[in-house]
């Protein structure tokens, strides 16, 4: 299923992210941490790549596993990084052949050194995948600007070319202060950019997390958090609790606040998606 009909629905959208485990051999025991997340029942799971793209063949495997063997409609990421046109419609063909309707399209992290080829921006694998046709796609999104950005203007004006270009939702970074998200959906608006936005929610668990997180995003982080990741940042089962119930929290008042999707990033951990999902299910259920 496209996720443009899921996400233009009036049912509201839990969804889950997961990303391909670094050493080899590793699939057997992932599949295990897909299966238990797929019995979540999530509107839909993304399948993330390495850097680079290191794992764009795990990637497109995995995706179809998520929807052939657990029944869930799958996101396939796809990412610039040494990406050729040819590569690319090869990639395009597997896909379909696979049965993957839906595809994020991103430039990626640049490795040290990188020189751009073929597609130098995400707006440029969009309009090649749009041009392909038979694919829902997704573009990433900035509530605090991208951290490349020279200003949130400038990103905004990126952003709707990506749309532009055939962008069908767009999926934001993490934030944990939910009036960033509030103010973003409306400066969108205000650019003509209504396609669905889907929210994405960073569970911190791991105080340890927070530096990389941050420094690789930008995102801020509000007073609250900080006093959060303070008092229990030397308790871990304490802080793991803390950052689930803070995460629920940002969750509840997103679907009180009009905003019907949101996306966890679950670091692949399948006992913390369990632990949000029954935070919110009765209100996943209750009439809009």
């Known amino acids: 299923m496209y996720l443009s009909q899921i996400l233009k629905s009036k049912r509201r959208s839990l969804s889950f992210e997961v990303f391909p485990p670094k050493a080899s051999g590793a699939d057997a025991a992932f599949e295990q941490v897909i299966g238990q997340i ?3 029942a999530p509107s839909f799971i993304s399948v993330t790549c390495g850097a680079g793209g290191s794992t764009a063949d795990t990637t497109e495997q995995l995706s179809v596993s998520v929807q052939k063997r657990f029944g869930v409609t799958a996101l396939s990421h796809m990412t610039c990084i040494h990406a050729t046109r040819e590569g690319v419609l090869a990639q395009l063909n597997s896909l379909r052949e696979g049965g993957i309707q839906n595809i994020l399209a991103m430039r990626g992290d640049l490795p040290p050194g990188y020189a751009p080829g073929a597609f130098r921006y995400a707006r440029d694998l969009i ?15 900035y509530p605090e600007g991208h951290i490349e950005a020279e200003s949130l203007t400038a990103d905004l004006k990126h952003i709707r070319e990506k749309v532009d270009a055939g962008c069908d939702f767009l999926i934001t970074q993490m934030f944990f202060e939910n009036e960033i998200l509030y103010r973003y959906r409306d400066m969108l608006a205000k650019r003509g950019v209504f396609v669905p936005l889907v929210a994405g929610i960073m569970p911190v668990t791991n105080a340890r997390q927070i530096t990389r997180i941050c420094a690789l995003s930008g995102a801020r982080l509000p007073s609250k958090f900080l006093s959060l990741l303070e008092r229990f940042e030397n308790d871990p089962a304490a802080m793991q609790q803390a950052g689930i119930v803070y995460a629920a929290g940002q969750i509840i008042d997103l679907f009180a606040g009009g905003v019907n999707a949101v996306h966890v990033y679950t670091m692949n951990k399948p006992e913390v998606a369990a632990s949000i999902k029954a935070s919110i299910c009765r209100i996943l259920e209750s009439p809009q």
């Open 38 to 40: 797929a019995a979540l």
């Open 127 to 141: 309009e090649q995948i749009a041009d392909f046709k038979g694919f829902c796609i997704g573009g990433a999104c």
